[in-house]
């Protein structure tokens, strides 16, 4: 491959890993402004760690790609073995970040539906007792309409 091409991969690979950390930067910083629970706390700090680190494996491996066209042929080699497994941490990094957040928004979402279900018990006695309040208070009877004709329902001859 020219190395003019391999240069303009490389550096693209760390420019993104430099944009992507400015990034996770910014976020860190923004969330650490918010109030929040311990637990979330705790979930956005490894998750911080997560990309950051992924983040800049992604600059590394920029940097041993342009490193392994410069190296002479068996140390070449060797610096794209290293870059093989950088990625593939890069990979395992993600599958770790896509886990944490499921099962993180997961339980999450578990405590809010199990909020929704005791707002709509307390919400549903609140209109049993409106109801049964005012069924208690003036009973009135139910004059028949003209075209009631006993206890059938409608249509009966």
Request: hydrophobic share 45%; proline share 3%; glycine share 8%.
């Amino acid at each position: 491959m020219n190395l003019w091409s391999v240069a303009a991969v490389a550096l693209t690979l760390i420019l993104c890993a430099a944009g992507l950390m400015a990034a996770h930067v910014r976020a860190w910083r923004r969330a650490q402004d918010e109030p929040m629970e311990p637990k979330e706390h705790d979930y956005r700090r490894r998750q911080y760690r997560r990309r950051m680190q992924s983040s800049a494996m992604l600059g590394l491996a920029g940097m041993g790609i342009l490193l392994a066209q410069l190296l002479p042929r068996p140390w070449g080699f060797f610096a794209l073995c290293g870059v093989l497994l950088l990625v593939f941490w890069v990979i395992l990094l993600a599958v770790v970040d896509m886990l944490a957040t499921k099962f993180y928004y997961g339980r999450v979402r578990q405590r809010y539906l199990l909020e929704e279900v005791k707002l709509e018990a307390e919400l549903r006695r609140a209109q049993l007792l409106r109801r049964n309040g005012h069924a208690r208070g003036k009973k009135k009877k139910r004059k028949p309409r003209s075209g009631d004709r006993g206890q059938g329902g409608a249509g009966e001859t």
